[in-house]
């Protein structure tokens, strides 16, 4: 089993549509990291998180640290959002990533 | 402030030979770390640097190498190359070690041949 789960692996949506991304770990961490990943293989870090809530424009990212699992979610989401979202959490020093989920907003 | 920049960006190698990436992190950026990236296997940890010392490593064999120079500037080295090899490799810095905010580099892309 691996130490970072992500649910769904792909994921196809209409544009405007509340979009949620999964992320379950069974390891200790530090911090939990969400990434973008867009074609081309540019990584952007969308948050870095240990406890609660954090926003930035229309994404939201949650952690359950109890339930060790976090939630990234894009309100009213567009075709520019399509990408492969990667969870990644930092522990002993080092990250260990999600499989990732690639998303496709359709227009 | 300029970002991570990664040279070079496309490399083509035979099997056997070895090769040399380059990253240099944004200004004021001590900690280096370097991914490898597989369709197969994701995005795996490969080291990191930080004050020219290596403060962690992955699951990788001998064969990859790295360094890190005064400006912080970080090199990795792959000896004697074998097509499993072949991936995209990320650099990353960060002001410091630990839990922190990495910043990517857009990669260097290496077909072992």
């Known amino acids: 089993k691996n130490e970072v789960e992500q649910s769904p692996q792909n994921l196809t949506a209409q544009e405007g549509e509340f979009i949620t991304i999964n992320c379950s770990y069974s390891v200790g961490i530090s911090a939990l990291h969400w990434l973008q990943q867009h074609p081309g293989g540019g990584i952007v870090s969308l948050f870095m998180l240990s406890s609660g809530k954090k926003k930035h424009g229309r994404l939201i990212a949650t952690i359950n640290i109890q339930e060790k699992h976090s939630s990234l979610h894009i309100t009213a989401s567009h075709p520019r959002d399509s990408a492969v979202y990667i969870c990644a959490v930092s522990g002993a020093q080092k990250l260990v990533f999600g499989q990732g989920t690639r998303l496709t907003i359709n227009p | 402030k300029a970002g991570v920049t990664q040279t070079p960006r496309y490399l083509i190698k035979t099997r056997g030979q070895q090769v040399t990436l380059s990253c240099s992190p944004i200004s004021g950026h001590r900690s280096v770390s370097w991914y490898q990236q597989t369709p197969g296997q994701g995005l795996q940890f490969l080291f990191e640097?930080?004050?020219?010392?290596?403060?962690n490593k992955g699951n990788f064999p001998g064969r990859f190498s790295g360094r890190q120079f005064s400006n912080s500037r970080s090199e990795m080295n792959v000896s004697t190359l074998e097509l499993g090899d072949s991936a995209l490799y990320l650099c990353a810095s960060s002001p410091s070690t630990g839990p922190a905010t990495q910043y990517f580099g857009p990669g260097t892309r290496l077909l072992v041949l």
């Open positions: 640097y930080f004050s020219e010392t290596q403060r």
